[in-house]
């Protein structure tokens, strides 16, 4: 059966990784996924960094990126 009248939403890579940040800050162990995500699709580096730092996602993310 073909849906095509159902609407599908996909939430871009940068929210995905920011979700991971924030979910590895409450305990979850997301950080494995997101150098993956870094290597296999092209991300809007500014945006992370911009939601990074307004998130205060700072220290998880320096963890991700060394």
């Not at 150098?35 to 320096?62: C, Y």
């Amino acid at each position: 059966m073909r849906r095509s009248d159902v609407p599908v939403f996909i939430a871009p890579p940068e929210y995905v990784i920011i979700s991971k940040l924030e979910f590895f800050r409450e305990g979850e162990k997301h950080l494995r996924d997101i150098p993956g995500m870094l290597a296999v699709t092209d991300v809007d580096l500014a945006l992370l960094d911009d939601e990074v730092a307004r998130r205060g996602l700072a220290e998880q993310w320096q963890l991700v990126r060394s």
